[in-house]
């Protein structure tokens, strides 16, 4: 059974970045991974997808601003110049052939 | 454009059942994977449950399995969630997604409550 580790909170500066960690559970640090923004009230958004590799695919009208990177088990999220509208759960997903998992969301808050 | 919109939430009580409906346009629904996932007040996300493109291979979360049922009918283009033996721990916003050609979740509908008690 897969394991999504998210810390459950970070916060930074308006117009600064924010890098965003899922760890993968061990024997799992070639998954792929997909990102997802939960602005609050709304419905979850699918950002991108995130191989091991770090090549990373986004989803229509995602905005430049949103990036990905891997190391090991660790797969990253990076948001650059945060704007108000940032501020969001995101979460992680990852899945095998009979299951699908989400890691616990990390909470950013804009300052 | 690629929609989903579900409908069917509501109040139930403990151990009654409610139907879900997750009506899907703007793509080719048949030949797409189709997923459930819930949110219980102040949680994240769950998965719930999956169904292949045809409605051949389902799948369930352990916590529902026995108890609901996915399924879907690619005339009408149309995904359910037939929920029964409900429980109080089912109450959550019950999303349904679409599974892009990489597996992740790449479009969610707005989502529908389920409340029981």
């Known amino acids: 059974q897969p394991v999504l580790t998210q810390s459950s909170s970070a916060s930074a500066s308006l117009g600064s970045s924010v890098k965003l960690t899922c760890t993968l559970s061990?024997?799992?640090?070639?998954?792929?991974i997909a990102w997802h923004q939960q602005q609050p009230g709304k419905a979850p958004r699918y950002l991108m997808n995130?191989?091991?590799?770090?090549?990373?695919n986004k989803g229509s009208g995602v905005s430049d601003r949103f990036s990905g990177s891997s190391s090991g088990a660790d797969r990253y999220l990076t948001i650059s110049n945060l704007q108000s509208e940032d501020e969001a759960d995101y979460y992680c997903?990852?899945?095998?052939?009979?299951?699908?998992?989400f890691g616990g969301g990390t909470k950013l808050t804009v300052l | 454009e690629v929609q989903l919109l579900e409908s069917g939430g509501g109040s139930g009580q403990p151990g009654g059942s409610l139907r879900l409906s997750c009506a899907a346009s703007g793509f080719t629904f048949n030949t797409y994977a189709m997923i459930w996932v819930r949110q219980a007040p102040g949680r994240g996300l769950e998965w719930v449950s999956s169904?292949?493109?045809?409605?051949?291979?389902?799948y369930y979360a352990d916590s529902v399995k026995g108890r609901f049922t996915i399924s879907r009918d690619n005339f009408k283009t149309t995904l359910y969630l037939q929920m029964n033996s409900l429980r109080a721990d089912d109450t959550a916003v019950y999303f349904c997604a679409r599974l892009g050609r990489s597996s992740n979740s790449d479009h969610w509908g707005q989502g529908t409550l389920v409340t029981v008690s």
């Open positions: 061990s024997g799992r640090s070639t998954s792929i």
């Open positions: 997903e990852t899945w095998d052939t009979n299951t699908r998992l």
């Open positions: 169904i292949d493109s045809s409605g051949a291979y389902t």
């Open positions: 995130l191989e091991s590799s770090g090549n990373y």
